[in-house]
């Protein structure tokens, strides 16, 4: 039975760009920077966190597998600071969406050097 995702594939054009996205805008660690023959793995993920992203070559991955979609998957993440975390990723220029109140808690949206969209929320 499953019980937790573990990771989550996120198909980029620029492994090592998407990596410093990730590490200096959102504040992740890298878990793992691993190649096994033509392919390399880059895994990052919060601190601590049981779910991690793990960021593949796209190119490589559409010819070994053409069938296989490889568009952006929907993540939520969540935050306890939502005010906090949208004027950090602001600061840092990264492109961010408004705040938007909905009955479940606060959410913007937000795009990495790709302009893969993510979104994150407070819940209430």
Do not use: C
């Not at 760009?17 to 959102?26: A, H, N, Q, V």
């Not at 691993?34 to 880059?42: L, W």
């Not at 960021?55 to 005010?83: C, I, Q, R, W």
């Amino acid at each position: 039975m499953i019980n937790k995702i573990g990771q989550v594939m996120l198909y980029v054009n620029n492994q090592d760009e998407s990596r410093d996205f990730w590490i200096e805008k959102l504040g992740f660690e890298v878990i793992s920077d691993e190649t096994n023959g033509p392919m390399r793995f880059i895994e990052v993920a919060p601190k601590g966190a049981a779910t991690s992203i793990v960021l593949h070559n796209k190119e490589f991955v559409a010819k070994m597998n053409p069938e296989m979609n490889l568009g952006t998957p929907s993540l939520m993440y969540f935050t306890e600071d939502l005010d906090q975390l949208y004027q950090d990723l602001t600061s840092k220029n990264v492109t961010v969406g408004e705040i938007v109140e909905l009955p479940f808690g606060r959410v913007f949206n937000f795009a990495d050097t790709e302009n893969n969209y993510f979104a994150v929320m407070e819940k209430r």
